[in-house]
């Protein structure tokens, strides 16, 4: 794999991340969601199919911890957006096959500034997986193609 592939996949999962953000803003907002916006596990995201696949090659680079870290924040951000979710659909167990897109409860006053509390922890968690993010692409970019491709 070359730096630019890495670069480009890192830049790709940043978008994904993005855009998967919006879809809680858009919940929250009384948009509907669609079956493929579910809150997905870790490892079914876009953003988390490539940093538990080729993104593994970020260890090649940067120290376990700053990897883990980066870990933690994805984990936490999945939890954020579960707790929107479940004030939405608190009949969702989980199951692809609950009709629950037609069951969008209506919101009390108390559960409306829960989300809206769920979604500045959510766009937090964001803005700090971001950072991790632009800080490993910058220094990715400062390493030349020659050391790069020893440790691939």
């Known amino acids: ?13 940043k978008r994904a991340h993005t855009e998967w953000v919006e879809k809680a803003k858009s919940l929250v907002n009384g948009l509907e969601v669609k079956k493929e916006q579910i809150p997905l596990e870790v490892t079914t995201c876009s ?8 993104g593994q090659i970020l260890l090649a680079f ?33 199951s692809f096959l609950l009709k629950l897109f037609s069951k969008r409860v209506k919101l009390s006053v108390h559960d409306e500034d829960m989300a809206l509390n769920a979604l500045t922890e959510l766009e937090e968690i964001s803005r700090e997986l971001i950072s991790y993010l632009n800080i490993i692409e910058k220094k990715l970019n400062s390493i030349d193609e020659e050391t790069f491709a020893k440790y691939v």
């Open 47 to 54: 953003f988390g199919k490539w940093f538990y696949g080729d």
């Open 1 to 13: 794999m070359k730096k630019i592939d890495v670069l480009q996949n890192i830049r790709a999962a």
């Open 62 to 94: 940067f120290s376990e911890d700053a990897i883990s870290k980066m870990d933690t924040k994805h984990k936490e951000l999945h939890d954020a957006y579960m707790k929107i979710f479940k004030i939405y659909f608190p009949q969702y167990t989980g």
